[in-house]
């Protein structure tokens, strides 16, 4: 069935590289996508989200890119700190879903010190 | 603004009890989701409003689960009777469109 999902559950990065999280969807009616960060304990917290009419937005260290000719989405993470270490899911609106959105399985991720 | 507010945080109860979450949304927002995240199953769509009406409940498991928003500033998710398979955190969410805000959740134990 359609759905998101993410090519990696774990990354684990050197504290001060740069760490991409990838998800895939296959839904290409899908208008608008959104990362979440989620750390031990808590609820969801947005980061950034796109539009599909956007190929790639920016904000503070994070950077989320669009392709979609292969229906992939991507969270990049400038310069990544300990405190950057949590669960990310991305998910979508599928266009007709009302403003339901549907989440990914989650990557989470790991930085060293 | 102090965000979604959830009740309560931790919720330990016998099976075949029953359980009531409470929800209370950000202010002005339209839609409010109620949402249960497992180890195995990640984070599941139970059931949604927009402007205190219910708009898709077909992730609600069964019957046994039943939610309401009596007003804009409140919401209730029951599960009665309650049972071990049930234990999760649940988490209720708000938004003025697509973006949503969740809130702290309320980790439930059925024992």
């Known amino acids: 069935g359609e759905s998101v999902g993410l090519h990696l559950p774990t990354l684990s990065v050197q504290e001060g590289d740069n760490s991409i999280i990838n998800c895939a969807y296959s839904?290409?009616?899908?208008?608008?996508f959104i990362w979440y960060k989620q750390e031990s304990g808590k609820g969801p917290q947005f980061i950034i989200d796109i539009r599909s009419n956007m190929d790639k937005r920016q904000g503070q260290r994070v950077t989320v890119l669009l392709n979609k000719t292969v229906k992939h989405l991507s969270l990049q993470i400038a310069a990544t700190q300990p405190g950057d270490s949590a669960v990310y899911f991305c998910a979508e609106n599928k266009g007709n879903a009302g403003n339901m959105l549907t989440f990914g399985g989650g990557t989470r991720l790991m930085v060293k010190p | 603004d102090a965000g979604v507010i959830q009740s309560p945080r931790h919720e330990v109860t016998e099976m075949g009890q029953e359980v009531t979450l409470r929800c209370k949304p950000i202010s002005g927002h339209d839609y409010l989701f109620w949402y249960r995240q497992t180890m195995m199953r990640g984070l599941e769509l139970l059931i949604y409003?927009?402007?205190?009406?219910?708009?898709?409940d077909s992730g609600m498991p069964e019957d046994r689960f039943s939610a309401k928003m009596p007003n804009a500033s409140f919401s209730t998710l029951k599960i009665q009777p309650s049972e071990p398979r049930d234990s999760a955190v649940y988490f209720c969410?708000?938004?003025?469109?697509?973006?949503?805000?969740f809130g702290p959740g309320t980790r439930l134990t059925v024992t």
């Open positions: 839904n290409s009616a899908s208008d608008y």
């Open positions: 969410a708000s938004s003025p469109g697509f973006k949503q805000y």
């Open positions: 409003f927009n402007n205190n009406v219910p708009i898709d």
